[in-house]
């Protein structure tokens, strides 16, 4: 059964700071792996997505990440922290048709 | 493109009263949607899948009879919370895939609170 893990459940960061919000997954095939974003009080949006080809993904804001097969990871980056990325996110893996997530993270964004 | 719309947003109702969610795609055909409920700082629980015309699937451990699912159409899905208690209170989040796609748009969520 695939699963997610994601490594700190709160991150805080300056403004124009570097962002790492750590998710490691577990599949038994190859993975499609999401990360989503949630403001409070609301749904989830779509950040980015890997399902097959480059490694490298880049998605809304700003933000990108990359899969390491060999490290099971599938961490998410922005190289400059803005005050409106404070919010929760969520890592998560496609289980046949269904998204296994992950605890989520909040990051705080500091001024 | 790919806006899921839930109505309504908030809700509060008396223990013992049945309440609906509705949850719409708006602008592409959902062939297939989902309900999780979230707890307070809790990650997303998926409760049930929907396929369009077809008997939605419940996950272990959800109660079919409880919380109602019909998918009616490609672009409506609704959830109904029947004889609600508080410990039903929670945020209920659908989301809304297209046949053929693996990414799920989510809804805003409807914040469900039974007195």
Redesign the interface.
Known sequence: AQSVTQLGSHVSVSEGALVLLRCNYSSSVPP?L?W?VQYP??????LL?Y?TGATLVKGINGFEAEFKKSETSFHLTKPSAHMSDAAEY?CAV?SS???V????TILRVKS | GAVVSQHPSRVICKSGTSVKIECRSLDFQATTMFWYRQFPKQSLMLMATSNEGSKATYEQGVEKDKFLINHASLTLSTLTVTSAHPEDSSFYICSARSGGTDTQYFGPGTRLTVL
């Open positions: 499609y999401f989503y009080n609301q749904g989830l949006q779509l997505k399902t969520f496609r048709t269904k998204l997530f992950g605890a989520g």
